[in-house]
């Protein structure tokens, strides 16, 4: 393989470019390439193979074996590689595995004194094999074998490289000070895709982001709130397998850091009723004050003009108000913001106010309105306003994911800002999505988009655990 053949694995961990982007354009510069031999394989099945849904397999395979750090911190190299058939055999296996080396940076050949723990750390990869016959069984005679290889490692290089750039990074480098990720066609020869370093200290990121938006028609918000709902039960699952220890100390954590003694909420709720009663309702559901002005006089609706904190604030009283959706505590057993860790996703319909049905909202009961609020909204038996989240240290790149998610296959109006940086890092995650979709259709996109966000909620939830343990 010659060295410009890995420019689109440097160009996916610099720009973050989708795998299947990627592969298509080396399969079609293949094609050319190999227009003149006599090997021309079936360059249509090749590109029907599903790339996505390999690479997501293989994540949810090293994020399963690497769970809990099997390699010791001395361990600062990892080793991908290879097992293939020893001939142009195309009825054997074809396989991946890793190693770990203590010898990177000492030794110019440390990837072959590696050490597997187990067999778990070989993965038998039904992708891989399907390419490697395709192309083997193409050829009459010559370097098929070889080629059939090539691509497989160009394959594989691009799904470690992709981890390198994602939340499974924390897996891979483990509780070593740095590791090196190699792929290679064998220890000499292969990708260097580059060291993993510890983050600095405050560099992990938090997030302090809040968003708005309306779902519009029934059968897409039925969809949206079954989507949500199955997020929220990734939370609350890992919520009730928490350990009577963790469960004592969540309350003195949160005390610790100055929290307000606020009212106990479940991990998980569940809203499909009407409201009654002193509603209020905050501008920044629609995320526009003026319009909010607007939509309110022409329903002939007075507002509540308010003094909070030196300012004039708007709210909008009611009596009832339909609500159907879900909240829920995001994962993080360190409690560090006991009132900021939900994520609301509840929708909204009103007679009375009609340009608020279909909004995204969060809802605050009246015990927690008492506890956490000033008058007026501390009288009021429901206050109602846009969600937000706070979290600190992790789960950036994943919120910023499911957000983007959400906005592609439900509410192109879905409006999110995270500080004061309203793209946050949506533009990467919607050309992905864009791209499937147009590819495979909304369904199998959705679905693809659904299981990365499980996979690295997985791998966050863990750092969140070891966070708290240490």
């Given at each position: ?42 360059w ?63 030794e110019?050949?440390?990837a ?63 509780h ?40 519009a028609g ?60 002193r ?6 559901v ?20 308010v ?17 159907r ?27 009375e ?9 969060a ?31 992790y ?19 879905f ?56």
């Amino acid at each position: 393989m010659t060295p410009d053949a890995f420019t689109p694995v440097r160009r996916l961990i610099d720009e973050r470019m989708p795998i299947r982007v990627l592969m298509e354009a080396r399969l079609a510069t293949l094609e050319r390439a190999w227009i003149a031999t006599e090997c021309d394989p079936d360059w249509g099945a090749l590109r029907a193979l599903d790339f996505e849904g390999e690479f997501l397999r293989m994540s949810e395979w090293i994020h399963r074996i690497l769970t809990g750090d099997p390699f010791p911190a001395e361990v600062n190299g990892l080793y991908f590689g290879f097992l293939f058939p020893p001939s142009r055999d195309v009825q054997s296996t074809v396989a991946t595995f890793l190693s770990g080396s203590r010898f990177h940076g000492q030794e110019d050949d440390w990837a072959r004194k590696g050490e597997m723990p187990d067999d778990k750390f070989i993965d038998h990869s039904p992708l891989l094999l399907a390419a490697y016959r395709l192309i083997v069984s193409a050829e009459v005679h010559g370097d098929a074998r070889e080629r059939a290889i090539e691509l497989c490692h160009f394959f594989f290089s691009l799904v470690v490289a992709e981890w390198s750039c994602t939340s499974l990074r924390h897996t891979l480098r483990g509780h070593a000070p740095s590791r090196a990720l190699f792929v290679g066609f064998d220890p000499w020869t292969g990708f260097n895709i580059g060291m993993l370093e510890a983050d600095r200290p405050g560099g992990r990121g938090s997030v302090i982001v809040s968003w708005h938006g309306t779902i519009a028609g029934g059968t897409r918000q039925a969809e949206w709130i079954a989507s949500v709902r199955e997020v929220a039960n990734w939370h609350e699952v890992r919520w009730n397998a928490v350990d009577e220890r963790n469960e004592r100390c969540l309350g003195p954590l949160a005390r610790m850091r100055g929290a307000p003694d606020l009212p106990a909420r479940p991990a998980l709720r569940w809203f499909d009723e009407e409201l009654t009663g002193r509603i209020l309702v905050d501008p920044d559901v629609v995320g526009d004050a003026a319009v909010f002005r607007t939509e309110a006089a022409r329903c002939g609706l007075a507002l509540d003009e308010v003094e909070i904190q030196g300012r004039i604030h708007v709210l909008l009283p009611l009596k009832r108000l339909e609500v159907r959706g879900v909240d829920f505590r995001a994962f993080d057993l360190r409690g560090l913001y006991p009132s900021e860790e939900r994520l609301s996703f509840v929708l909204l319909r009103s007679s009375e106010a009609p340009f608020l049905n279909g909004r995204i909202a969060a809802l605050d009961e009246r015990a927690f309105n008492r506890k956490a609020y000033a008058p007026p909204v501390a009288n009021a038996d429901w206050y109602v306003q846009s969600p937000s989240v706070h979290l600190r240290d992790y789960g950036e790149e994943w919120t910023a994911e499911f957000l983007a998610w959400l906005r592609y296959f439900f509410a192109p109006d879905f409006h999110y800002c995270h500080r004061d940086d309203e793209s946050f890092r949506s533009a990467r995650f919607l050309a992905q999505h864009e791209f499937l979709d147009e590819r495979f259709g909304r369904a199998t996109a959705m679905a693809l988009g659904l299981r990365r966000l499980h996979l690295h909620f997985l791998v966050e939830a863990a750092r969140a655990a070891e966070m708290f343990d240490t």
